[in-house]
């Protein structure tokens, strides 16, 4: 059975090739376009535009870090992998590229076969023709190296099949030629060697697509005749030097039909597999040695394809491991037959080659146990009446007897019953291939009817069943009670008897239903999702694999802990990772990067095979991963033991933030070194973890962050004395201080905030500051006490006596905003004369030396009586910005994170239009609604070509929303999406609002058209620039003006049917694409090979080489500082 590794919808795939070393393919498609993809993780590695025209074949060198390309635009290409830039092109063939493939050995060799009717045969670390391959009369299809000697095979549409001797290229090469000879030869690019004389074989009556090197000289062809055909060469007696002798043959001796259409690909395969590839949207598996047919696939069973036309053009396989490729039209697919796959059970058996073997409990050895029935696949599922169908699973009843094994082979299904160790013929049972077991319970689906039996040594044993109209996607049990998926995404739990117990329904149905052995909790799979459900069927867990998961099952993690088995390890086909029970809690155990299937974890050791079936044990650090599950099954004792393992190790903040979101900020905060000190402390604060504060290390940080996060209460439990005194300043309290542990000064500091006059004498006298105490006494009238005079000489003086208020208030908590809406004000540094009018609400004290009449009485009744002073002092408040709003005030903190320049002109204009309203409202007069119906106007005006009332309107409604977020009516992450097409159209206008301003009739600036047709456009816009661009571009700069036109088919076909004449653009871009490439004077735009990859500085509106700078508020970049003249709002910096 074929097992996908990753299937990828794109353009037609003609050629996908393997990376001899790296799990990457090599993928040439027919919109010119060239993609490596990486089929162990399934992303994309890199994307190029490499040709004008499409890319029919592409190849990996076998041991450089270069590969090749060829297209319809006549050119071999030569790119360095690392950089994926284009090191060389190739000319001399006069019609399209077929095929290329490196010399497999050492030769600096690469063959590349064309409809020209020819082969040439290139040095690629020199970039010259060695040697022309003369002779087929039509379209040369494709041409391989022999795997070992100096051998070429080809095949043509002249229905020939060819091997050619290349011998005489190495001893042309041994010759030594005149100098006249090197320069005619250099300045009329001719090969070193023509070769015109080959084996031929004919045997197909139409003509040859693809041919392939077999073992000891065998060869295989297919062609548009629907054959492939099975040669044989005879190398005949060769000559010294020579490889094929006068008398060398080249014969079929077999045929392998069925293909209904032309086939065009073939392959051979180390594992003595034939796979052919045909328009007729087949491959064809066979036996290599017998030909006998193994099966077909179509491109839907090897992945997600629409139902429209998916003819296979190309088949290839790894060239050491056994893993196949294959290219349709509708993408590629990368795949391997697996003979067989070990099957884990819940006990130490498992199957593998058709027979089962149990597991040693101490290492991974295994002892056979018993051999199982062989089962051909039945008529019409892949392999029939060839291939022996490979168990899908395998429940264990008994130790091992009774057990059952499933087998699932396409559209046929069945399970066999080994009742006991006599039985020689088990019972066998069609089904649907969904199966459960739970104990001695057994639960099967046949067509619509659910069945449960009880297992024994005499067979199964029903005891209930129900028909189902609704289709059935898995079944599993929860202790008892079974659990059925249903298609349409229900998930529900049935008792014995099949009444509903509770339901959850979901937005896809799940496969993998597995329990728990305690059978609480049970796990299932929603394609790469994963979920942890309760008996209620309520999610407790949930993550998301990068890959596709390979298997699960239930264990636990933790050395010398309570095994309790609830947490779930899974399998992909990079890692071995956990889902703890609750809190969605997960992470990775170990890293594999390659495909292994679970037997059992426990502790910090697991078992898995490998697919081959080769057991392994393993152990790894299940420090983290069993403090994290501990805490998340609620297991105390565990996490304390664990805690104190981790803590021994520095693993930074992300294990902090999986603790903190499971609600566990004590274990959190614990696992925090010493270099994290400060987020401990605001951790400790926030998370409110101090209900020892005596026993707190560090008061003085985690008083400060308190205060920051308006906690007084804890701030005043965790502050010295003079701290507390502070707080109850701040919140007008007198809460009691105890002075027991203050030291001298932190007691004199509290009784000056608290007013304590008594208090701060006596502290005074107790210190023996005898005399201090008398002065303070004295000026401020207290009762008499007696002083130790000591030796004060001089005469005291009187100072003025300091009325402070009385404070009565208790400590509060102040209000706090969450943080989504929490609106950042301007930081100021407080000078002291503001700190003054601040606090005492006096005037400057400039005012005060222009005055000096008035006393502070005066003032004040002033201040309050003067209705019209005190505007013209709010007034002044305002303009220095200690009263003024976020979005009123350049220099706020919200507006600077927003990337306004408190130098741009324009922004403050728009303040100062806003100001009155705002200040009069308290809001701005526009919202989020009004400013779409502008965005709506702005790209009808676009449409209808008025560019300057678009860019003037795109503009407003960028600025405005992001007032809108200064002001706290939006988030940044609500207005995101506006802002981002906002961006592109106001760089877009101004690109073409220059271009029409300097256009002269004859210079169309071809970099404008450029940096217009670059820009992420809504896509009826985007076609007309790149029509445009693709127009204007097209006499002088053809290769840029192609790249348009592969923007332009493919946006084009996308929106086909909403827009009118898309078939005449479409048609017209292609005949750009034919076109011949024509180089214009400005060589920094000859080099572009892609409108994404394009560095603009938008200060000048031109194509750059780089740019420094970045606008922080529309994101356009400069190649000098200064007002973005993009947005005009920001800066470039």
């Known amino acids: 059975m074929p097992q996908t590794l990753i299937s990828v919808v794109t353009a037609r795939v003609k050629s996908v090739t393997f990376h001899p070393r790296r799990p990457w393919v090599l993928v040439a498609m027919h919109d010119g376009f060239i993609e490596i993809w990486d089929y162990v993780v399934n992303a994309r590695v890199d994307r190029i535009l490499a040709h004008s025209s499409p890319v029919r074949t592409a190849c990996f060198h076998p041991t450089q870090p270069i590969f090749a390309t060829g297209a319809d635009d006549r050119t071999v290409k030569l790119w360095d992998l690392d950089s994926r830039k284009c090191t060389s092109t190739m000319t001399g063939h006069t019609d399209y590229l077929r095929y290329l493939e490196f010399h497999p050995g050492t030769r600096p060799w690469l063959v590349s076969s064309s409809d020209d009717g020819t082969c040439r045969i290139w040095n690629w670390q020199s970039r010259q023709c060695l040697a022309t391959i003369v002779g087929h009369r039509e379209f040369v299809m494709c041409a391989r190296f022999h795997p070992k000697d100096d051998l070429l095979l080809t095949g043509s549409l002249d229905t020939t099949v060819r091997v050619w001797d290349l011998s005489p290229i190495t001893k042309d090469q041994g010759q030594k030629k005149s100098i006249v000879g090197q320069i005619t030869q250099s300045l009329l690019s001719l090969p070193n060697t023509i070769i015109s004389i080959s084996v031929n074989g004919e045997a197909h009556s139409k003509g040859v697509n693809s041919i392939a090197w077999g073992e000891e000289d065998q060869i295989y062809s297919s062609a548009d005749d629907f054959q492939v055909k099975c040669w044989r060469l005879q190398r005949g007696k060769k000559l010294p030097g020579q490889i094929l002798g006068a008398d060398a043959l080249l014969y079929a001796f077999a045929t392998v039909g069925g293909h209904k259409n032309n086939v065009n690909s073939v392959e051979i395969g180390k594992d003595n597999i034939l796979v052919s590839a045909s328009s007729d949207q087949y491959l064809r598996v066979y036996e290599a040695k017998s030909r006998a047919f193994v099966g077909q696939l179509s491109a839907i069973d090897l992945g997600p394809v629409s139902s429209e036309q998916c003819r296979f053009w190309f088949v290839s396989q790894h060239p050491t491991e056994f893993i196949w490729a294959a290219g349709h039209d509708q993408g590629f697919s990368v795949f391997k037959f697996v003979n067989y796959k070990p099957i884990p059970s819940s006990g130490q058996f498992f199957v593998k080659q058709h027979s089962m073997y149990q597991l040693a409990t101490d290492k991974p050895t295994e002892t056979l146990v018993t051999e199982l029935n062989k089962n051909s696949a039945p008529n019409s599922a892949f392999g029939a009446g060839k291939m022996i169908v490979d168990a899908d699973n395998l429940f264990v009843f008994g130790e091992p007897y009774p057990f059952i094994v499933g087998y699932n082979n396409q559209s046929s299904s069945f399970i066999q019953i080994y009742a006991n160790s006599k039985i020689t013929k088990p019972e066998t049972i069609e089904c649907a291939g969904y199966y459960a077991q739970s104990n001695q319970l057994f639960a099967y689906v046949t067509k619509q009817l659910v069945k449960i039996c009880r297992v024994t040594v005499g067979g199964l044993s029903g005891i209930s069943q129900f028909q189902t109209d609704v289709g059935i996607n898995a079944i599993g049990f929860l202790g008892q009670d079974l659990l059925v998926s249903y298609v349409d995404g229900q998930l529900v739990r049935y008792d014995q008897k099949f009444n509903r117990v509770n339901f959850i329904q979901l937005n896809k149905p799940v496969t993998n239903l597995i329990q728990s052995p305690d059978g609480t909790l049970f796990a299932a799979l929603q394609d790469r999702k994963i979920f942890i459900f309760d008996q209620n069927i309520n999610i407790t867990s949930t993550t998301q694999s990068a890959t596709d998961v390979q298997s699960m099952v239930f264990g636990s993690l933790g050395r010398d802990v309570e095994q309790m088995n609830r947490t779930l390890m899974y399998a992909n086909r990079t890692h071995i990772a956990y889902l703890a029970s609750h809190f969605s809690i997960g992470g990775i155990v170990t890293s594999l990067n390659r495909q292994v299937f679970l037997q059992s974890v426990s502790g910090q050791q697991m078992t898995f095979f490998d697919d081959e079936g080769t057991a392994s044990t393993t152990t790894f650090d299940s420090r983290l991963c069993g403090l994290m599950t501990a805490v998340a099954d609620g297991r105390q004792g565990d996490a304390q033991v664990l805690l104190r393992r981790v803590k021994k190790s520095n693993l930074g903040v992300s294990a902090v933030s999986k603790l903190i979101q499971a609600g566990m900020n004590r274990y959190a905060v614990q696992l925090l070194g010493d270099e994290y000190s400060q987020l401990k402390a605001s951790l400790s604060v926030d998370l409110g973890i101090l209900e020892n504060i005596d026993q707190v290390q560090n008061k003085n940080q985690l008083f400060k962050e308190a205060m920051l996060q308006n906690r007084g209460t804890l701030a005043f439990k965790l502050g010295s004395a003079d701290q507390k005194a502070f707080v109850n300043a701040l919140y007008n309290s007198e809460s009691e201080i105890d002075y027991k542990n203050a030291t001298l000064q932190e007691k004199l500091n509290a009784q000056i905030l608290m007013n304590d006059e008594n208090g701060f004498r006596n502290t005074l006298i107790q210190a023996g500051m005898h005399a201090a105490a008398k002065v303070f006494s004295t000026s401020r009238n207290l009762d008499d006490v007696e002083f130790d005079q000591g030796q004060c000489t001089k005469p005291i003086s009187t100072g003025k006596k300091l009325v402070l208020s009385k404070r009565q208030k208790p400590i ?322």
């Not at 905003?817 to 009018?837: L, R, W």
């Not at 678009?950 to 802002?979: C, D, M, R, W």
């Not at 898309?1062 to 750009?1072: F, G, L, N, R, W």
């Open 812 to 1133: 509060f908590d102040w209000p706090t905003k969450k943080a989504e809406t929490f609106e950042p004000e301007e930081e100021e540094v407080a000078q002291p004369v503001k700190e003054k009018v601040k606090w005492n609400d006096e005037e400057p004290e400039e005012e005060d030396k222009t005055e000096p009449s008035e006393n502070k009485e005066t003032k004040e009744n002033k201040k309050w009586d003067d209705s019209d002073e005190s505007e013209h002092e709010n007034e002044k408040q305002i303009e220095t910005g200690s009263k003024l709003p976020p979005v009123l005030n350049v220099n706020s903190q919200a507006m600077k994170i927003l990337g306004f320049s408190k130098d741009s002109q324009a922004l403050q204009e728009l303040i100062g239009e806003l100001k009155e309203y705002v200040l009069e409202k308290g809001e701005l007069p526009f919202t989020a609604q009004q400013l779409d119906k502008k965005m709506k106007e702005a790209h009808k005006q676009f449409t209808d070509g008025d560019f300057n009332a678009s860019l003037q309107i795109f503009q407003e409604v960028f600025i405005k929303y992001k007032l809108l977020v200064a002001q706290g009516n939006l988030t940044q992450k609500q207005v995101q999406p506006v802002q981002n097409k906002t961006q592109f159209y106001m760089r877009a206008l101004r690109a073409e609002l220059k271009r029409k301003l300097e256009s002269t009739g004859e210079e169309e600036h071809p970099q404008l058209l450029l940096i217009f047709a670059a820009q992420k456009l809504e896509p009826l816009h985007k076609i007309l620039v790149l029509k445009l661009a693709m127009n204007k571009l097209k006499k002088q700069y053809s290769k840029q003006a192609k790249m348009c036109a592969i923007e332009l088919i493919k946006l084009a076909k996308e929106v086909q049917d909403q827009i009118e004449g898309a078939d005449d653009i479409i048609s017209k871009a292609e005949k750009v694409l034919v076109m011949k490439d024509i180089k214009g004077p400005n060589d920094l735009l000859n080099q572009i090979d892609s409108l994404e990859s394009m560095k603009i500085d938008y200060s000048k509106l031109e194509i750059c080489e780089s740019a420094e700078y970045e606008c922080p508020c529309c994101g356009s970049e400069s190649i000098q500082r200064g007002i973005c003249t993009v947005c005009e709002v920001g800066e470039w910096m």
